[in-house]
């Protein structure tokens, strides 16, 4: 009978970020966001850092990279990365074209919103 050479399998995982640290061992963040606002629904879209970007939080409330349903006004939305770096950025809901005394809202689909 032979007998069987079973040799372990070893793994080398090498993690690559963008977050350095500095001569105080203090992480520092590249991270940047920008949100933009298209009829009703605005959408943050996060650069650099390290992803996976694992939190979206908006100001209302919401969560994800995206948020809809709006109402006009200013929504911020602030970004973490995987290594709890963050970065805000801010869009603005408006209603134009001499609307002001509306109570609803239409997208571009002709869906109809309270406002």
Do not use: H, R
């Not at 629904?41 to 809809?68: D, E, I, K, Q």
């Amino acid at each position: 009978m032979k007998a069987k050479l079973i040799l372990p399998l070893l793994f080398t995982l090498i993690f690559f970020t963008t977050c350095q640290k500095d001569e105080e061992d203090e992480i520092t963040c590249d991270l940047t966001v920008s949100a933009s606002v298209t009829g009703i629904s605005a959408t943050a879209t996060a650069s650099l850092g390290t992803p996976p970007y694992v939190n979206y939080a908006w100001s209302n409330g919401g969560s994800g990279a995206t948020v809809s349903g709006l109402a006009p006004g200013t929504y911020t939305v602030t970004v973490t990365d995987n290594t709890g770096c963050t970065a805000s950025a801010s869009a603005s809901a408006t209603v134009s074209g001499g609307c002001a005394g509306a109570t609803t809202m239409t997208d571009g689909d002709g869906n109809v919103y309270p406002i």
